[in-house]
């Protein structure tokens, strides 16, 4: 009888560090996500910059065509 409460305990103790473990993976999955959204902007934002850099340069070369 002993040894039966001392496996439900330890069995327990499973369950509650298999839910801690998901919770941490759940956590982790919303992070990773995260990181993605704002690489994504940071991206987006880089493009616009790039852009911005080219017509720059455009518009610096034209008088020099002209």
Do not use: C
């Amino acid at each position: 009888m002993e040894k039966l409460e001392k496996l439900e305990a330890g069995q327990e103790k499973l369950k509650a560090g298999q839910k801690e473990i998901q919770a941490n993976l759940d956590r982790l999955e919303i992070d990773v996500l995260s990181l993605r959204m704002d690489n994504k902007s940071i991206h987006r934002k880089l493009d616009v910059i790039a852009s911005a850099g080219v017509v720059v340069q455009e518009e610096i070369a034209m008088p020099k065509a002209q």
